[in-house]
Nanobody, 125 residues
Framework: QVQLVESGGGLVQAGGSLRLSCATS???????MGWFRQAPGKEREFVAG????????VYADSLKGRFTISRDNAKNTEYLQMNVLQPEDTAVYYC???????????????????WGQGTQVTVSS
């Protein structure tokens, strides 16, 4: 069974940093993984995505430069480093993965097949 488990969320002051982690189940090694977030009353939105090698990454335009996605395949773990956090970054952050047959990073929620339970990130002003 495919499982994705996020960790690392919490409360941080504006300007601070957090690093989120997403661990996959031992038998699941997706080629494409990503991060999405959803604020109260808002649609779930794309944050970043990454391919197996880590050489191909895609970011939401508004977040590029502050957020960095990476992965450690030996640990079956995906990371999201978030810097210079702002109150508008407050949301539930979700780890996601595409089926193993896909190889391209995409930004649409419906193109991802597996999801973690989410981890809350709250940024205070």
């Amino acid at each position: 069974q495919v499982q994705l488990v996020e960790s690392g969320g919490g409360l941080v002051q504006a300007g601070g940093s957090l690093r989120l982690s997403c661990a996959t189940s031992g038998t699941f090694s997706p080629n494409v993984m990503g991060w999405f977030r959803q604020a109260p009353g808002k649609e779930r939105e794309f944050v970043a995505g990454i391919t197996w090698s880590g050489s191909s990454t895609v970011y939401a335009d508004s977040l590029k430069g502050r957020f960095t996605i990476s992965r450690d395949n030996a640990k079956n773990t995906e990371y999201l480093q978030m810097n210079v956090l702002q109150p508008e970054d407050t949301a539930v952050y979700y780890c996601a993965a595409r089926r193993r047959g896909y190889s391209a990073v995409v930004s649409t929620t419906t193109e991802y097949d597996y999801w973690g339970q989410g981890t809350q990130v709250t940024v205070s002003s």
